[in-house]
């Protein structure tokens, strides 16, 4: 096992009916901005449980967050904090709203001209404006993380940003919030959990015993919870089994004292980036090219995984393997979830390119040992076409 640290300082507040909580977290004497999304609180009561748990407070609101986060809508948010004295913000939402919320607690205390230089220049964030969350929607992770992903229409770009000052103060998860969830975004949690997993766990072997054992529980419970959730969103013990699964596959603690890939999420984002495809379903398109143009680098772990979640116990290492990537892609596809980018788009050609042009522009070496070169995401997307 590897050396760590490991802090995460966000509270977190689970259960039914526990939104009403949020007056005990936030300071009597702050003023607030609420931030969300499109407006799908206002339909599900989620914003009303809110208002009347905040009546007390000075609350000035915010909407209109879109999903993957556009950085000239929070622009106008952050002119709004400035404008009106804001000290502390809540994001009621799901990723989106959240990652939006970061960028915002990010830019309120930076100090140079132009806070897109958070995300280009890698800027970490030591100590952000205090914010906490109402999640609505289980998938990221976010919640309880510190990292945040924007994107810039104007320039076709998604980029990650983070830092220790990130961490929301807390996050209350009410996991009867799902019952308005429309399937296609149900299925997206899933799919992104699920793939948060692989990316911290599908590298090589090193010894850490109860990190790849927190890593298979999690994977086993979102295959267990699954149709249910989908089938069901009402039955509450597969929803909070849900929810809490989200939470615990990126909150840091299975990445400790193991190798991380996360390859799969950077080629992801940029198929978010140039075609606006759902952040999950790129995952579900990058994911079972690059295992197997990894094959040879990953065929252990793949083997464990195998057996440990898909039962599959025949045959030798590599047969394992690759039987448990066949039934990787077999759940995308359980989940309504197409893997190929020509599923989503007609106008694939070049893509590969554009991303290996623009990884060598970043200067990029992705993967466990940083050997994925891009030439090689160039070739993984193409094997996504
Ligand atoms: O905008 P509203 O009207 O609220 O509707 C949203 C949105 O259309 C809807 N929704 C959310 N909760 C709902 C609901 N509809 C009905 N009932 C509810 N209770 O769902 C839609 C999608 O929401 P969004 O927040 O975009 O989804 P998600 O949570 O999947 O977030 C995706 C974003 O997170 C980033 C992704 O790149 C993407 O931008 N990620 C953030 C990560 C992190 N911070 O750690 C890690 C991830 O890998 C990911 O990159
Ligand atoms: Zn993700």
Same mark, same amino acid.
């Given at each position: 096992?590897?050396?760590?640290?490991?802090?995460?300082?966000?509270?977190?507040?689970?259960?039914?009916?526990?939104?009403?909580?949020?007056?005990?977290?936030?300071?009597?004497?702050?003023? +607030?901005?609420?931030?969300?999304? *499109?407006?799908?609180?206002? %339909?599900?009561?989620?914003?009303?449980? +809110?208002?009347?748990?905040?009546?007390?407070?000075?609350?000035?609101?915010?909407? &209109?967050?879109?999903?993957?986060?556009? #950085?000239?809508?929070?622009?106008?948010?952050?002119? +709004?904090?400035?404008?009106?004295?804001?000290? #502390?913000?809540?994001?009621? *939402? =799901?990723?989106?709203?959240?990652? =939006?919320?970061?960028?915002?607690?990010?830019?309120?205390?930076?100090?140079?001209?132009?806070?897109?230089?958070?995300?280009? %220049?890698?800027?970490?964030? /030591?100590?952000?404006?205090?914010? *906490?969350?109402?999640?609505?929607?289980?998938?990221?992770?976010?919640?309880?993380?510190? =990292?945040?992903?924007?994107?810039?229409?104007?320039?076709?770009?998604? $980029?990650?940003? &983070?830092?220790?000052?990130?961490?929301?103060?807390?996050?209350?998860?009410?996991?009867?919030?799902?019952?308005?969830?429309?399937?296609?975004?149900?299925?997206?949690?899933?799919?992104?959990?699920?793939?948060?997993?692989?990316?911290?766990?599908?590298?090589?072997?090193?010894?850490?015993?109860?990190?790849?054992?927190?890593? /298979?529980?999690?994977?086993?419970?979102?295959?267990?919870?699954?149709?249910?959730?989908?089938?069901?969103?009402?039955?509450?013990?597969?929803?909070?089994?849900?929810?809490?699964?989200?939470?615990?596959?990126?909150?840091? $603690?299975?990445?400790?004292?193991?190798?991380?890939?996360?390859?799969?999420?950077?080629?992801?984002?940029?198929?978010?980036?140039?075609?606006?495809?759902?952040?999950?379903?790129?995952?579900? +398109?990058?994911?079972?090219?690059?295992?197997?143009?990894?094959?040879?680098? %990953?065929?252990?772990?793949?083997?464990?995984?195998? /057996?440990?979640?898909?039962?599959? !116990? /025949? &045959?030798?290492?590599?047969?394992?393997?690759?039987?448990?990537?066949?039934?990787?892609?077999?759940?995308?596809?359980?989940?309504?979830?197409? !893997?190929?980018?020509?599923?989503?788009?007609?106008? #694939?050609?070049?893509?590969?390119?554009?991303?290996?042009?623009?990884?060598?522009?970043?200067?990029?070496?992705? &993967?466990?040992?940083?050997?994925?070169?891009?030439?090689?995401?160039? %070739?993984?997307?193409?094997?996504?076409?």
């Amino acid at each position: 096992m590897n050396n760590f640290e490991f802090k995460n300082p966000t509270k977190i507040i689970f259960g039914k009916d526990t939104i009403e909580k949020v007056k005990e977290e936030i300071p009597q004497d702050a003023k +607030v901005l609420l931030l969300y999304g *499109g407006g799908s609180i206002k %339909k599900n009561g989620i914003y009303d449980q +809110v208002k009347t748990a905040l009546a007390n407070v000075d609350v000035v609101e915010f909407g &209109g967050i879109p999903a993957n986060p556009e #950085y000239a809508t929070l622009m106008e948010a952050l002119q +709004v904090i400035k404008d009106q004295n804001i000290t #502390y913000l809540l994001a009621v *939402g =799901g990723g989106s709203v959240i990652d =939006g919320t970061k960028f915002l607690s990010a830019a309120a205390v930076y100090d140079g001209d132009t806070p897109w230089d958070i995300l280009t %220049k890698s800027i970490r964030t /030591e100590k952000g404006m205090p914010f *906490g969350t109402v999640l609505t929607l289980p998938a990221t992770g976010s919640e309880m993380n510190s =990292g945040a992903v924007i994107t810039r229409a104007e320039t076709k770009e998604k $980029l990650a940003m &983070g830092g220790p000052g990130l961490f929301p103060e807390f996050s209350i998860l009410d996991p009867q919030v799902i019952t308005s969830i429309p399937q296609r975004q149900l299925a997206n949690g899933l799919m992104d959990s699920f793939t948060h997993v692989l990316e911290q766990y599908m590298t090589y072997p090193i010894g850490a015993l109860l990190q790849d054992r927190f890593a /298979e529980s999690i994977l086993q419970t979102l295959v267990e919870v699954a149709p249910t959730v989908l089938k069901d969103p009402t039955d509450y013990q597969a929803a909070s089994n849900f929810m809490w699964s989200c939470t615990m596959a990126l909150n840091g $603690l299975i990445q400790k004292g193991v190798p991380g890939d996360w390859a799969v999420h950077m080629m992801g984002h940029e198929l978010t980036a140039l075609f606006g495809i759902d952040h999950a379903r790129t995952l579900a +398109v990058i994911a079972p090219s690059h295992y197997k143009y990894n094959f040879e680098a %990953k065929k252990e772990k793949l083997a464990q995984y195998a /057996e440990r979640i898909w039962n599959i !116990t /025949e &045959g030798s290492t590599e047969d394992k393997a690759y039987a448990a990537i066949e039934k990787t892609e077999a759940f995308f596809h359980q989940l309504g979830i197409d !893997t190929k980018l020509s599923d989503y788009t007609k106008d #694939y050609e070049g893509t590969a390119e554009e991303i290996a042009k623009r990884f060598k522009a970043r200067g990029w070496k992705l &993967g466990e040992r940083q050997a994925l070169m891009p030439e090689d995401a160039e %070739k993984i997307v193409k094997m996504a076409y």
